[in-house]
């Protein structure tokens, strides 16, 4: 299993990025899609997730209204677009493939999303 995670770089406040994650090595549509992300010196936290069984998705307090993940099940990949960003937005975003009952649990090597002031 592979997830490869595209898109990030570093923007102004208030500025807009999409990231992306391809995966490979699984079947797409039967994992939950989510996005984590490491700020500098903090622990890993969660960003959004999006759920395969319904659709549903779901986000941190610190990103609702400014933050969207979906995904494209025939292409496997899973996007986050990142709108009105903040110095506080600032880190490394993770890709992550989740299904409990396969027991599987996948993890990207991240992208760095850095936003001046």
């Known amino acids: 299993v592979q997830l490869v995670e595209s898109g990030g770089g570093l923007v102004q406040t208030g500025g807009s990025l999409r990231l992306s994650c391809t995966a490979s090595g699984l079947t797409f549509n039967q994992y939950t899609m989510a996005w984590f992300r490491q700020p500098p010196g903090k622990d890993r936290e969660f960003v959004a997730s999006?759920?395969?069984?319904?659709?549903?998705?779901y986000y941190a307090d610190s990103v609702q209204g400014r933050f969207t993940i979906s995904r494209d099940n025939a292409m496997n990949i899973v996007f986050l677009q990142m709108n009105s960003l903040q110095p506080d937005d600032t880190a490394v975003y993770y890709c992550n493939a989740l299904n409990t009952y396969l027991r599987g649990n996948y993890w990207g090597k991240g992208t760095l999303v850095t936003v001046s002031s």
């Open positions: 999006h759920i395969h069984k319904d659709g549903s998705t």
